[in-house]
């Protein structure tokens, strides 16, 4: 991949250009955003393990230096890509699957990408990285579904890198106006990587929320839609603490109907959704819409 600047996805863009022969094209592929903290990684594992359960082959790529993203699906933070990469001097040749790739719940399989140290280098490079190790490796071939978790409501050229390889992008958000505030910058950052990507919307997963009536305000005037809600259940915080999935907790109503959502919720997106012509809200737009006098 080389750095490049150029206003290649949107008036005034400067993003990293990836090497457009590094594809994935083999596999159904989703990048899951959304406010740093609403949960995507819990809601990247879990959908990766309802994936698991239809009987598909998982990727599932974290997008983060905190490299946490697969911990509940391999029960440790596993090296990244990055770390294996500079342990051979970046030598890629000298790698071996195992030394990047981890086996998780229910056959997962499990990459953490990692990222430069902060104010070095750009996440668009590891992403790019990532993706060209494991074409190298030819894992793309034997995956059905690939799940890129990516850092936080960061949206600048380097973390919206996964949007150049996914066919779908799905939102997680809460019904608070923070969350739906970044929820809106990504819809922006999605729309504008439609111009040149097969990118599209998917649409949004509610995350720790009980009411949605904040998020329905928003999507009836963006054109969003709601795919699945998954309340704010303490199972689901304990799920983390245990290093487990969701699927892997002790069975009981909640449990069952969380279980139940995910598997709904993998059915879909594997049957194929619609694209969503969205459209993101002005700042002002949103404190008007969202605000309480």
Known sequence: MTPAFAPADGEGSVQVAL???VKIDCAKVFAVYGKG???KSTTSSNLSAAFSKLGKRVLQIGCDPKHDSTFTLTKR???TVIDVLESVDFHSEELRVEDFVYQG???VMCVEAGGPPAGTGCGGYVVGQTVKLLKEHHLLEDTDVVIFDVLGDVVCGGFAAPLQHAARALIVTANDFDSIFAMNRIVAAIQAKSKNYAVRLG???ANRSVATDQIDKFNERTGLRTMAR???LDVIRRSRLKKSTLFEMESDPEVDAVQAEYLRLAQSLWEGTPPMDAGPLKDREIFDLLGFD
């Open 19 to 21: 090497d457009p022969t």
């Open 105 to 107: 719940y229910n056959g």
């Open 37 to 39: 903290g609403i949960g």
């Open 203 to 205: 649409g949004v997963i």
């Open 230 to 232: 998954f309340p704010d």
């Open 77 to 79: 933070l596993v090296p």
